[in-house]
């Protein structure tokens, strides 16, 4: 199973998104567990993935080695804004099969939401990182709010060269804030005349690099969502919140998704007295996933936003229209992609990703 490990709540930047503001009562800014009783609970699962979490966990880089050095685990990854990569050495480097780095696509949206200077800097440290030898897979991980052409900015990531992301993915910046829509001027608005025609454009786009050059471009949504058209897989909560992803808190507890520390539907135990056996299943997708129609392709999207419903049911449901659109242009193609891997010019393998839940949630 995956375990994030929130390593530090603590964060360098601070993104128009998050604000940056950890409340102290809700849980400890830094771990107060002894981390030998972290590794007697991660060791009793032998197929143990962990991804460092935060904050920013960078911040605290001997933490990060302790538990690369003594936990044993299948795989490592992170998610981290990228700025102190260069602090790990390329023996710490290689140890992660993924690292997932905050960007949100061309420089002057990523500045814009993250801070001015923020995208030079990662990409002069991923740079810096491929130069040390480090050749795992690199996941330009996005929020995408009113400032993004989504066609543009992934447009730009998955065709950078120096340095080159393997994959990229984002989140809609949307559902996980109070009061809703605080970003956009006009959400709605917004997801009909410019999200959803960017999806479109970029789905063609997708295709024809794959008619053209023989090349499924690491578009990870649309990989995963076209994976499941074609092979008819059956999916359940792709970012595998309580099902195969737990979270562990600064304090020791446990919880079903990272984001959740301030909801305690989500506490499902802690490192003490839970057995990770003990954990799947507790807490599941409910409410209108159940009734939709695109429930088998989506999967339920976010448990998050599924529990929270902070936007309200109909805020709720117009994000749900970004994903049924995004299946159904993804529908669309399907034909001609599975025309593609018939003639050899792709092969189906191209689709299988990621190949072990790498804390990609899929679903945007
Ligand atoms: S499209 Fe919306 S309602 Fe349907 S399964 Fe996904 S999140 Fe749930
Ligand atoms: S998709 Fe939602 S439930 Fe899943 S990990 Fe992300 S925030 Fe949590």
Redesign the pocket.
Same mark, same amino acid.
Not at 298 to 302: A, F, Q, V
């Given at each position: 199973m995956l375990y994030f490990i929130i390593v530090t709540r603590v964060c360098n930047l601070r993104c128009k998104y998050c604000g940056n503001d950890p409340d102290p009562s809700v849980e400890p800014l830094e771990i107060n567990y002894s981390l030998d009783d972290l590794k007697r609970f991660i060791e009793k699962d032998s197929d143990a993935i962990i991804c460092f979490y935060g904050g920013e966990p960078l911040l605290r880089v001997n933490i990060i080695k302790w538990i690369i050095d003594n936990i044993k685990a299948k795989k490592f990854c992170i998610q981290t804004n990228g700025l102190f990569l260069d602090r790990l050495e390329l023996e710490y480097l290689e140890k992660f099969d993924t690292i997932l780095v905050s960007i949100d696509g061309r420089k002057e949206v990523t500045d814009y939401y993250r801070g001015t200077g923020t995208y030079d800097l990662v990409i002069k440290n991923i740079r810096k990182i491929r130069r040390k030898g480090y050749d795992g897979d690199i996941i330009a991980r996005m929020a995408v709010s009113e400032k993004t052409d989504i066609y543009s900015d992934v447009k730009h990531l998955i065709e950078l060269k120096n340095p080159n992301f393997d994959h990229v993915h984002w989140q809609l910046d949307a559902l996980w804030d109070l009061p809703p829509k605080q970003r956009y001027k006009d959400f709605d608005l917004w997801v009909d005349t410019i999200y959803n025609a960017g999806i479109t454009k970029l789905v063609n786009y997708w295709y024809e690099k794959m008619e053209q050059e023989g090349k499924v471009l690491g578009i990870v949504p649309f990989i995963g969502i076209m994976k499941t058209l074609l092979t008819g897989e059956k999916v359940y909560l792709r970012c595998g919140a309580g099902i195969d992803a737990f979270t562990i808190t600064t304090s020791g507890r446990i919880i079903a998704c990272p984001v959740a520390l301030e909801f305690d539907e989500f506490y499902l135990g802690d490192i003490w007295t839970t057995e990770p056996y003990e954990l799947p299943w507790k807490i599941k997708?409910g409410g209108? !996933?159940l009734r !939709?129609e695109?429930?088998f392709i @989506?999967?339920?999207? @976010?448990l998050f936003?599924?529990k929270t419903m902070l936007w309200g049911i109909e805020g709720?449901e117009k =994000? !749900?229209e970004t =994903?049924?659109h995004l299946i159904n242009e993804l529908i669309r193609i399907k034909p001609r992609v599975q025309d593609l891997i018939d003639k050899g010019i792709i092969s189906i393998d191209d689709f299988n990703y990621p190949p072990y839940n790498n804390s990609t949630e899929i679903?945007p």
């Open positions: 997708i209108p !996933c !939709c695109y429930n @989506c999967g339920g999207r @976010c936003a599924n709720f =994000v !749900c =994903v049924k679903i």
